[in-house]
């Protein structure tokens, strides 16, 4: 079966410090994939390989089996990677439309010159929304007036609108209240629902269960373990995270 996104071998250092090491993963077509790993692991460097954030010093990555070399995280969203970041770069004092359309605005000529067409934006950001059932308190207040879980709606939603197939998310849930958090892993759902496959970086255990397909363990800079979710258990992926079933395998 052909992967969505396939890296193999990456490597990539920093001086002296091997950040990745050979490092192999995978998403397939509409799937969750969790990454997880204590701090230091390698998670955000691994997802800046794959947004173009960073290119790597070895090793070879695939979109739907084309090799593909990104130089800027342009590049990587032409290909359909589209990475939310935790403070999610939006426009605080923009609107929920003109974020979700910022530097593809829809124009509409009038006697030959270019205008916004703020009524085909406005229709187009109400259907991005009620797709992913995101509810904001008007599609005219500023991003800024919004909650955390609002505001990782609209940046989905406006990852939904450039067509990404691939969507990265670093711990989207981190900062949220309990009823925001169950809102955002809702959102993934939907998103896998639509045929899009997510990665998710999270220190959070029980997230990682109730949302991913499989889970990627990351340990100094080795992708140590892949499981899937609904065969493994959260001790197991806490021991593979931290080393303790080493430990105790070297200790006995
Ligand atoms: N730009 C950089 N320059 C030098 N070293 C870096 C750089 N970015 C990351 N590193 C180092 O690479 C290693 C991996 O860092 P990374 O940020 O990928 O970890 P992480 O798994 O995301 O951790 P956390 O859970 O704390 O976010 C760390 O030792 C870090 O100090
Ligand atoms: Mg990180």
Not at 12 to 38: N, Q
Not at 65 to 84: H, L, N, Y
Not at 159 to 173: F, G, K, S, V, Y
């Amino acid at each position: 079966m052909t992967m969505l996104f396939e890296m193999t071998g990456i490597t990539k250092r920093f001086g002296g410090l091997v950040a990745l090491d050979r490092v192999d993963f995978s998403v397939r077509e509409a799937e969750v994939m969790a990454i997880v790993g204590d701090n230091g692991a390698g998670k955000s460097t691994l997802i800046k390989t794959m947004s173009g954030a960073h290119a790597p010093d070895d090793g070879v990555i695939r979109m739907a089996g084309e090799a593909v070399r990104f130089r800027s995280p342009q590049d990587a969203w032409k290909s359909g990677i589209a990475t939310i970041y935790q403070e999610l770069a939006l426009a605080g004092k923009m609107t929920v439309a003109d974020n979700i359309f910022l530097g593809r605005e829809i124009k509409r000529p009038i006697l030959g010159i270019p205008f916004l067409d703020r009524a085909a934006m406005r229709k187009r950001t109400a259907e991005l929304l009620n797709q992913l059932d995101v509810h904001v308190p008007s599609l005219d207040s500023w991003v800024e007036t919004m909650s955390g879980g609002q505001r990782q709606g609209v940046a989905i939603a406006r990852a939904l609108n450039m067509d990404a197939r691939l969507i990265i998310m670093d711990e989207p849930t981190a900062a949220l209240a309990v009823a925001e958090v169950r809102k955002v892993l809702d959102f993934v759902t939907r998103l896998r629902g639509q045929g899009k496959s997510v990665v998710l970086i999270s220190h959070n255990i029980q997230d990682v269960f109730a949302v991913s397909d499989r889970i990627s363990v990351m340990r100094h800079g080795r992708r140590i373990a892949v499981r899937e979710t609904r065969t493994t258990t959260p001790e197991e992926i806490i021991g593979l995270i931290t080393g303790a079933s080493e430990v105790r395998a070297a200790a006995s």
